[in-house]
């Protein structure tokens, strides 16, 4: 079993940045992806970035340019540093973690901007 411990989140105003980790422990060993998942109001769980073992990232386009998704493989912990937040980036922020093919995920953090 992989355990995610996420923090970071928080209330602030638009244009502000806020930096969110998740921290991994357990039965680390294998875990190749780890990333960032979002789920808003009435919405489905969307994608926001992820980044590979060796640091490949994917980002969502709603995200890019704004937001970079990095990785301390000494420590097992993923961030994301959000900048410029908008209004609409307000939600609960999840981190993901795989690991041979099993998907693991936090409890959550929310997220809100205000306008």
């Known amino acids: 079993q992989v355990q995610l411990v996420e923090s970071g989140g928080g209330l602030v105003q638009a244009g502000r940045s806020l930096r969110l980790s998740c921290t991994a422990s357990?039965?680390?060993?294998?875990?190749?992806?780890m990333g960032w998942y979002r789920q808003a109001p009435g919405k489905q769980r969307e994608l926001v970035a992820t980044?590979?073992?060796?640091?490949?990232?994917n980002y969502a386009d709603s995200v890019k340019g704004r937001f970079t998704i990095s990785r301390d493989n000494a420590k097992n912990t993923v961030y994301l540093q959000m900048n410029s937040l908008k209004p609409e980036d307000t939600a609960v922020y999840y981190c993901n973690a795989d690991r041979i093919g099993h998907n693991y995920w936090g409890q959550g953090t929310q997220v809100t901007v205000s306008s």
């Open positions: 980044s590979s073992r060796r640091r490949s990232t």
């Open positions: 357990g039965s680390i060993f294998g875990i190749n992806v």
